[in-house]
Protein backbone atom coordinates (compact mmCIF):
# COMPACT_ATOMS: atom_id res chain seq x y z
CA UNK A 1 0.00 0.00 0.00
CA UNK A 2 0.69 3.79 0.08
CA UNK A 3 2.95 5.25 2.33
CA UNK A 4 2.96 8.45 4.33
CA UNK A 5 5.64 9.53 6.35
CA UNK A 6 6.26 12.43 8.79
CA UNK A 7 8.93 14.19 10.25
CA UNK A 8 9.62 14.79 13.02
CA UNK A 9 7.90 11.89 14.90
CA UNK A 10 7.93 13.94 18.12
CA UNK A 11 8.84 17.38 19.41
CA UNK A 12 9.19 18.89 22.31
CA UNK A 13 9.11 23.44 22.17
CA UNK A 14 8.85 26.10 24.17
CA UNK A 15 5.95 28.71 24.14
CA UNK A 16 6.07 30.76 21.50
CA UNK A 17 8.31 28.86 19.40
CA UNK A 18 6.95 27.67 15.37
CA UNK A 19 7.64 23.99 14.43
CA UNK A 20 6.95 22.68 11.43
CA UNK A 21 5.90 19.43 10.58
CA UNK A 22 6.60 17.53 7.31
CA UNK A 23 4.13 15.02 5.91
CA UNK A 24 5.58 12.87 2.48
CA UNK A 25 4.14 10.82 0.38
CA UNK A 26 6.70 8.37 -0.41
CA UNK A 27 5.45 6.34 -3.47
CA UNK A 28 2.71 8.43 -4.82
CA UNK A 29 1.63 11.95 -5.78
CA UNK A 30 -0.91 13.56 -4.32
CA UNK A 31 -2.18 17.32 -5.22
CA UNK A 32 -4.13 17.58 -1.95
CA UNK A 33 -3.37 16.26 1.58
CA UNK A 34 -5.28 16.13 4.85
CA UNK A 35 -3.91 17.13 8.39
CA UNK A 36 -5.35 16.13 11.51
CA UNK A 37 -5.14 16.90 15.36
CA UNK A 38 -5.49 14.10 17.87
CA UNK A 39 -6.41 14.81 21.54
CA UNK A 40 -5.76 11.94 23.70
CA UNK A 41 -8.06 9.13 24.37
CA UNK A 42 -9.87 11.23 21.54
CA UNK A 43 -11.10 11.00 17.81
CA UNK A 44 -9.36 12.81 14.74
CA UNK A 45 -10.34 16.18 14.27
CA UNK A 46 -9.96 17.13 10.86
CA UNK A 47 -8.15 20.52 10.56
CA UNK A 48 -7.31 21.40 7.12
CA UNK A 49 -6.88 20.29 3.43
CA UNK A 50 -3.33 21.03 1.70
CA UNK A 51 -4.12 21.62 -1.80
CA UNK A 52 -0.81 21.66 -4.07
CA UNK A 53 -0.66 24.46 -5.79
CA UNK A 54 -3.06 26.74 -3.90
CA UNK A 55 -4.35 27.86 -0.50
CA UNK A 56 -5.02 25.04 1.94
CA UNK A 57 -8.78 24.65 3.02
CA UNK A 58 -9.48 25.22 6.72
CA UNK A 59 -12.28 23.26 9.01
CA UNK A 60 -14.51 26.08 10.71
CA UNK A 61 -12.60 26.97 13.91
CA UNK A 62 -9.56 26.20 13.15
CA UNK A 63 -7.28 29.56 12.82
CA UNK A 64 -5.28 29.66 9.42
CA UNK A 65 -3.08 31.97 11.13
CA UNK A 66 -2.21 29.79 13.66
CA UNK A 67 -1.64 26.45 11.40
CA UNK A 68 0.30 27.24 7.80
CA UNK A 69 0.03 24.90 5.62
CA UNK A 70 1.95 24.73 2.56
CA UNK A 71 1.70 22.32 -0.02
CA UNK A 72 5.25 22.51 -1.97
CA UNK A 73 4.92 19.78 -4.31
CA UNK A 74 3.10 16.29 -5.24
CA UNK A 75 5.06 14.48 -2.64
CA UNK A 76 5.39 17.57 0.67
CA UNK A 77 3.19 18.97 2.86
CA UNK A 78 3.76 21.12 5.61
CA UNK A 79 2.49 22.21 8.80
CA UNK A 80 3.38 25.09 10.62
CA UNK A 81 2.12 25.45 14.22
CA UNK A 82 3.30 29.42 14.83
CA UNK A 83 3.92 30.46 18.33
CA UNK A 84 2.92 27.51 19.83
CA UNK A 85 1.40 27.58 23.02
CA UNK A 86 0.73 24.30 25.23
CA UNK A 87 -2.97 24.22 24.66
CA UNK A 88 -1.53 23.14 21.44
CA UNK A 89 0.08 19.90 22.37
CA UNK A 90 -1.54 17.36 20.22
CA UNK A 91 -0.52 14.26 17.92
CA UNK A 92 -1.09 15.61 14.66
CA UNK A 93 -1.58 12.84 11.54
CA UNK A 94 -1.81 14.02 8.44
CA UNK A 95 -3.38 11.41 5.54
CA UNK A 96 -3.81 10.79 1.83
CA UNK A 97 -7.24 11.34 0.15
CA UNK A 98 -9.32 7.89 -0.76
CA UNK A 99 -6.88 6.75 -3.32
CA UNK A 100 -8.43 5.05 -6.70
CA UNK A 101 -8.42 1.34 -4.01
CA UNK A 102 -10.68 3.47 -2.12
CA UNK A 103 -8.14 3.53 0.74
CA UNK A 104 -6.30 6.68 2.84
CA UNK A 105 -3.48 5.83 3.66
CA UNK A 106 -2.03 7.86 7.41
CA UNK A 107 1.09 9.00 8.39
CA UNK A 108 2.62 7.77 11.64
CA UNK A 109 1.80 11.17 13.35
CA UNK A 110 3.89 13.53 14.94
CA UNK A 111 3.64 14.23 18.74
CA UNK A 112 4.15 18.15 19.67
CA UNK A 113 4.80 18.96 23.31
CA UNK A 114 4.61 22.66 23.96
CA UNK A 115 6.03 23.50 27.20
CA UNK B 1 -25.52 16.79 10.85
CA UNK B 2 -23.34 13.67 9.93
CA UNK B 3 -22.28 11.59 12.80
CA UNK B 4 -20.45 8.68 13.62
CA UNK B 5 -20.89 6.77 17.10
CA UNK B 6 -18.82 4.08 18.96
CA UNK B 7 -20.81 3.63 21.98
CA UNK B 8 -18.23 1.72 23.53
CA UNK B 9 -15.09 3.49 25.18
CA UNK B 10 -13.61 0.15 26.34
CA UNK B 11 -14.45 -3.53 25.03
CA UNK B 12 -12.66 -6.15 27.16
CA UNK B 13 -12.44 -9.45 26.13
CA UNK B 14 -10.49 -12.57 26.94
CA UNK B 15 -7.87 -14.27 24.36
CA UNK B 16 -9.33 -16.84 22.34
CA UNK B 17 -12.94 -15.23 22.40
CA UNK B 18 -14.94 -13.34 19.50
CA UNK B 19 -15.01 -9.81 19.88
CA UNK B 20 -17.25 -7.06 18.79
CA UNK B 21 -16.89 -3.49 18.51
CA UNK B 22 -19.92 -1.33 17.24
CA UNK B 23 -20.37 1.14 15.43
CA UNK B 24 -23.43 2.87 13.98
CA UNK B 25 -23.85 6.15 11.76
CA UNK B 26 -25.69 8.95 10.63
CA UNK B 27 -25.11 10.57 7.36
CA UNK B 28 -26.96 11.19 4.44
CA UNK B 29 -26.50 9.21 0.94
CA UNK B 30 -24.11 6.17 1.00
CA UNK B 31 -21.08 6.73 2.42
CA UNK B 32 -18.17 4.28 2.01
CA UNK B 33 -17.34 2.71 5.72
CA UNK B 34 -13.96 1.81 7.18
CA UNK B 35 -12.32 0.99 10.09
CA UNK B 36 -8.78 1.45 11.42
CA UNK B 37 -6.41 0.70 14.23
CA UNK B 38 -4.17 2.89 16.19
CA UNK B 39 -1.36 1.98 18.44
CA UNK B 40 0.21 4.03 21.11
CA UNK B 41 1.81 6.53 18.75
CA UNK B 42 1.19 5.61 15.77
CA UNK B 43 -1.08 6.80 12.69
CA UNK B 44 -3.83 4.83 11.25
CA UNK B 45 -3.42 1.66 9.83
CA UNK B 46 -6.41 0.37 7.45
CA UNK B 47 -8.41 -2.46 8.43
CA UNK B 48 -11.51 -3.17 5.82
CA UNK B 49 -13.61 -0.86 4.01
CA UNK B 50 -17.18 -1.56 2.72
CA UNK B 51 -18.30 0.37 -0.24
CA UNK B 52 -20.68 -1.43 -1.94
CA UNK B 53 -21.36 -5.67 -2.78
CA UNK B 54 -21.74 -8.65 0.12
CA UNK B 55 -22.43 -6.81 3.78
CA UNK B 56 -20.04 -8.77 4.81
CA UNK B 57 -16.09 -7.49 4.65
CA UNK B 58 -13.16 -9.06 5.29
CA UNK B 59 -10.16 -7.42 6.25
CA UNK B 60 -6.43 -7.57 7.76
CA UNK B 61 -5.58 -9.92 10.80
CA UNK B 62 -8.63 -11.86 10.95
CA UNK B 63 -10.97 -8.82 11.19
CA UNK B 64 -14.19 -8.98 9.81
CA UNK B 65 -17.15 -6.52 9.50
CA UNK B 66 -21.22 -6.47 8.60
CA UNK B 67 -22.66 -3.44 7.05
CA UNK B 68 -26.61 -3.24 8.46
CA UNK B 69 -27.68 -0.33 6.41
CA UNK B 70 -31.46 -1.03 8.23
CA UNK B 71 -29.46 -0.52 11.48
CA UNK B 72 -26.99 2.17 9.89
CA UNK B 73 -24.33 -0.14 11.57
CA UNK B 74 -20.86 -1.25 11.11
CA UNK B 75 -19.60 -3.48 13.53
CA UNK B 76 -16.06 -4.70 13.99
CA UNK B 77 -15.77 -8.82 14.86
CA UNK B 78 -13.32 -11.12 15.01
CA UNK B 79 -14.02 -14.99 16.16
CA UNK B 80 -11.12 -15.79 18.21
CA UNK B 81 -9.45 -12.26 19.37
CA UNK B 82 -5.91 -12.15 20.24
CA UNK B 83 -3.71 -10.57 22.91
CA UNK B 84 -1.64 -8.26 20.08
CA UNK B 85 -5.07 -7.13 18.77
CA UNK B 86 -5.34 -4.86 21.72
CA UNK B 87 -5.28 -0.85 20.74
CA UNK B 88 -7.61 1.66 19.85
CA UNK B 89 -10.04 0.99 17.02
CA UNK B 90 -11.94 4.00 15.01
CA UNK B 91 -14.66 3.36 12.83
CA UNK B 92 -14.72 5.90 9.95
CA UNK B 93 -17.36 6.99 7.03
CA UNK B 94 -16.67 9.18 4.29
CA UNK B 95 -18.72 11.38 2.18
CA UNK B 96 -16.44 14.10 0.65
CA UNK B 97 -14.78 13.83 3.56
CA UNK B 98 -14.01 11.35 6.24
CA UNK B 99 -16.18 11.50 9.86
CA UNK B 100 -14.44 9.69 12.62
CA UNK B 101 -16.36 7.86 15.38
CA UNK B 102 -14.48 8.66 18.86
CA UNK B 103 -12.71 5.00 19.05
CA UNK B 104 -12.86 2.36 21.25
CA UNK B 105 -10.09 0.83 23.06
CA UNK B 106 -10.08 -2.79 22.85
CA UNK B 107 -7.98 -5.07 26.12
CA UNK B 108 -7.73 -8.23 25.06
CA UNK B 109 -6.37 -10.46 28.36
CA UNK B 110 -4.51 -13.39 28.25
Known amino acids: GAVVSQHPSWVICKSGTSVKIECRSLDFQATTMFWYRQFPKQSLMLMATSNEGSKATYEQGVEKDKFLINHASLTLSTLTVTSAHPEDSSFYIC???????????FGPGTRLTVL | AQSVAQPEDQVNVAEGNPLTVKCTYSVSGNPYLFWYVQYPNRGLQFLLK??????LVKGSYGFEAEFNKSQTSFHLKKPSALVSDSALYFC????????FGSGTKLNVKP
Open chain 1, 95 to 105: SSPLSQSDTQY
Open chain 2, 50 to 55: YITGDN
Open chain 2, 92 to 99: AVALNKFY
